[in-house]
């Protein structure tokens, strides 16, 4: 009964998956990551589940960070080969392409494949946040599940090396 409820009625579950047509998510791919976490962690009370659903939705949103990542790419890939298209030295730009080597084509397109430096600072901001959100859902719960089999478990320390105040 709680984990129907908690992709029905959780704090996340309204919001988090995307049901626009082109980013649309499986609400059965969610529930179903979701049920085999619960499956692995087998939260037993209302302390344990809400940790699991945590995990849940910030699993999914790394998720959905590779997808945005790949989106990029593809998306560089595509105005990339439109220029080329489009250009009125198309020939000449053909011809120069033909003439590289494999390693140089690689290079080029390995240049592709990186996000312009704003849209990566904010992948990577973005990741290290969820990062950040997913070890500590993970940790309080494994806290939890200790605690409950009779560990003396102490209190959780989080110490931030990041130099900011």
Same mark, same amino acid.
């Given at each position: 009964?709680?984990?129907?409820?908690? %992709?029905?009625?959780?704090?996340?579950?309204? #919001?988090?998956?995307?049901?626009?047509? !082109?980013?649309?998510?499986?609400?059965?791919?969610?529930?179903?990551?979701?049920?085999? %976490?619960?499956?692995?962690?087998?939260? @037993?009370?209302?302390?344990?589940?809400?940790?699991? &659903?945590?995990?849940?939705?910030?699993?999914?949103?790394?998720?959905?960070?590779?997808? #945005? &990542? $790949?989106?990029?790419? =593809?998306?560089?890939?595509? &105005?990339?080969?439109?220029?080329?298209?489009? /250009?009125? !030295?198309?020939? /000449?730009?053909?011809?120069?392409?033909?003439?590289?080597? $494999?390693?140089?084509? !690689?290079?080029?397109?390995?240049? @592709?494949? @990186?996000?312009? *430096?704003?849209?990566?600072?904010?992948?990577?901001?973005?990741?290290?946040?969820?990062? *950040?959100?997913?070890?500590?859902?993970?940790?309080?719960?494994?806290?939890?599940?200790?605690?409950? !089999?009779?560990? $003396? =478990?102490?209190? @959780? =320390? $989080? =110490?931030?090396? /990041?130099?900011?105040?």
């Amino acid at each position: 009964m709680i984990a129907k409820n908690a %992709l029905k009625h959780g704090f996340f579950s309204k #919001c988090l998956l995307i049901p626009h047509p !082109d980013g649309k998510e499986d609400p059965t791919e969610y529930q179903d990551f979701h049920a085999a %976490l619960r499956e692995h962690y087998q939260p @037993l009370d209302f302390l344990e589940e809400p940790w699991v &659903e945590k995990i849940a939705v910030w699993s999914w949103r790394l998720r959905r960070l590779v997808r #945005c &990542e $790949s989106g990029q790419i =593809v998306r560089a890939l595509a &105005e990339h080969s439109h220029e080329i298209k489009q /250009s009125s !030295d198309r020939d /000449s730009i053909e011809l120069e392409l033909a003439e590289l080597s $494999s390693p140089e084509i !690689d290079a080029i397109t390995d240049h @592709l494949f @990186l996000p312009l *430096k704003e849209e990566l600072d904010k992948l990577l901001r973005y990741e290290a946040m969820i990062n *950040k959100q997913l070890n500590h859902a993970i940790a309080e719960l494994e806290r939890l599940q200790r605690r409950r !089999d009779g560990e $003396s =478990v102490p209190a @959780l =320390v $989080s =110490v931030d090396i /990041s130099g900011r105040d």
